[in-house]
């Protein structure tokens, strides 16, 4: 079982940064690919950024593409997202999720979100 708590987060001006961490409680998260989602009030959860389970390979959405970092540290079972030139639009619950190395597409386990708020 893997459990995922999130950090960081809050409220920010436009262009500020921001940093969001992940830590796994479970076994063996090297084991785990890793991804960011967001949803913003009254829409859909979407894509944001993902990491492959050894770092090699990272994706972003258009919408973040060259403002946002993935990252991760297999050794802390952390996942971290580090945002700046932030903007409105990116206010949003932000989630990580995680999904088997080794398995279906979808992402299994999920955090509890955290509040994202850029100021205009």
């Known amino acids: 079982q893997v459990q995922l708590v999130q950090s960081g987060g809050g409220l920010v001006h436009t262009g500020g940064s921001l940093t969001l961490s992940c830590t796994s409680s479970?076994?063996?998260?090297?084991?785990?690919?890793m991804a960011w989602f967001r949803q913003a009030p009254g829409k859909e959860r979407e894509f944001v950024a993902r990491?492959?389970?050894?770092?090699?390979?990272?994706n972003y959405a258009d919408s973040v593409k060259g403002r946002f970092t993935i990252s991760r540290d297999n050794a802390k079972n952390t996942v971290v997202l580090q945002m700046r030139s932030l903007k409105p639009e990116d206010t949003a619950l932000y989630y990580c999720?995680?999904?088997?190395?080794?398995?279906?597409?979808?992402?299994?386990?999920w955090g509890q979100g955290t509040q994202v708020t850029v100021s205009s």
């Open positions: 990491i492959n389970w050894s770092g090699a390979s990272t």
């Open positions: 479970g076994r063996a998260f090297g084991n785990y690919g």
């Open positions: 999720a995680a999904r088997p190395k080794s398995g279906p597409p979808e992402y299994e386990y």
